[in-house]
DNA sequence: AGGATGCTAAACATCA
DNA sequence: GTGATGTTTAGCATCC
């Protein structure tokens, strides 16, 4: 194999081995993500190590590193939310990141995308010049830090510690038209939350409640074919608002740079009734930019002081932007190229690279960096 | 104490 | 008529 920027001496390969900027079998989910879009990968450059050779790297008999924690492992701090031995065991397994929470309230289980496909194609598909519309890689932005953590373990019977509109948030993000009728977010809030498949018939009153109720959803004309109710989206221009008390805390001083946005699209009405939808950017990448340490107070303000004092001990950026990362990984570089060239992913963030993760500091931001460079995602520094 | 927020319940209207 | 959906109001609890 030919030598790798780093290396210092010694047996070739494990020198190799260890100048890895990431995990190998990490290197290789990305080699192969690249050449499933078509391309080849030749270079790659993480954090000013380069890895030019793949070809030992792809070697599948090589697991040298298969005992490399996964991320959620690496920075997971509670062990009661790792997951079990027996967890799929491909990297792009979104599983460890619901066992971490990163993405509680987001999953995109096959079965969402299967439960969601319908709707998509309702809403999105039926644009009557699309020829072959382009999938829409969705990214949900979990939040930096979700809502108030519950003081024991959830459990299938124990209420979920969110309130009704960050389900309904998080039901509708999810969803690969950013748009759900109503009985889709029961369905979706069942699924990931047993609990309300034996709750009281209440919490759809309140589900309903909350979305005529709160601003931050709007109702969109009724796609076709779909009976009766509309569809719930996430108002756009409330959005990045929602994102930013999901995604901002108030937070001391050294700390108080980074955030973390990551955008993606939304689904709104057509121009002509019944036209279906056009699917729009939001969230341009200044649009975080401004009120750091300060969720908007109009919207969510009691959840932004959750959020604030869940943040200490919840997830830290770095592992969210792992979760996006694997989510791009999931879906591969090759759907995300297919976005309307507007609709970036952003994730903007500070400097404050290291952390102090035992045995992996900073491994999930620089994975998820290089991932997203390779999907043509723009990684760039927080405004300042 | 008071305001803001969220949850729950209920009543009512609309629509398929 | 029935059930699902959507709106509105009210009361209560919690938090700051």
Redesign the pocket.
């Known amino acids: 194999m030919a030598p790798m920027r780093g290396e210092r001496g010694g047996s070739p390969a494990r020198a190799a081995r260890a100048s890895l900027p990431l995990p190998r079998r990490l290197i290789r989910q990305i080699a192969r993500h690249v050449a499933s879009s078509g391309r080849s990968l030749r270079r790659l450059e993480v954090s000013g190590k380069v890895i030019d050779n793949f070809d030992d790297i792809d070697d599948p008999s090589d697991e040298s590193d298969m005992e490399t924690p996964q991320p959620a492992r690496v920075a997971c701090g509670n062990a009661g939310n790792l997951p079990p031995a027996d967890h799929d065991d491909d990297l792009t397994s979104l599983s460890w990141l619901q066992d971490r929470n990163l993405l509680r309230g987001i999953n995109l289980s096959k079965n969402d995308l299967e439960d969601t496909k319908t709707i998509t194609s309702q809403v999105v598909l039926k644009q009557p010049e699309a020829k072959t519309p382009p999938p829409v890689i969705r990214i949900p932005s979990p939040p930096r830090t979700p809502c108030k953590a519950p003081p024991s373990p959830p459990t299938a019977h124990t209420?979920p510690p969110?309130?009704?509109?960050c389900l309904i948030f998080m039901a509708i993000e999810a969803a690969p038209a950013r748009a759900l009728?109503?009985?889709e977010i029961?369905a979706w809030i069942i699924r990931h939350f047993p609990y309300f498949k034996h709750a009281?018939q209440?919490?759809?009153?309140?589900v309903?409640?909350?979305?005529?109720?709160?601003k931050c959803f709007h109702?969109v004309a009724a796609a076709p074919g779909l009976?009766?109710?509309?569809l719930?989206t996430v108002d756009p221009q409330h959005r990045s608002t929602l994102l930013q008390a999901f995604g901002r805390q108030p937070v001391p001083p050294a700390e108080a740079e980074c955030e973390q946005t990551v955008a993606g699209t939304v689904v709104v009405p057509g121009p002509e009734a019944g036209a279906g939808a056009v699917v729009v950017p939001v969230q341009e990448a200044g649009q975080t930019a401004g009120a750091k340490n300060a969720p908007d107070?109009?919207l969510?303000?009691?959840?932004a002081?959750?959020l604030a004092?869940d943040a200490r001990s919840e997830p830290s950026a770095d592992e969210y932007l792992a979760a996006a990362s694997v989510l791009a990984m999931k879906y591969g570089p090759a759907v995300l190229d297919q976005l309307p060239p507007a609709a970036h992913l952003v994730i903007s963030r500070c400097a404050r690279d290291e952390h102090s993760y035992s045995g992996g500091g900073g491994e999930e931001r620089r994975t998820a960096e290089a991932l997203l460079n390779l999907a043509g995602v723009r990684s760039e520094p927080a405004p300042s």
């Open positions: 209420k969110y309130s009704f509109s009728p109503v009985k029961y009281p209440g919490w759809k009153n309140s309903r409640h909350n979305l005529s109720l709160n109702k009976g009766k109710g509309s719930w107070p109009q969510f303000p009691h959840l002081r959750r004092a």
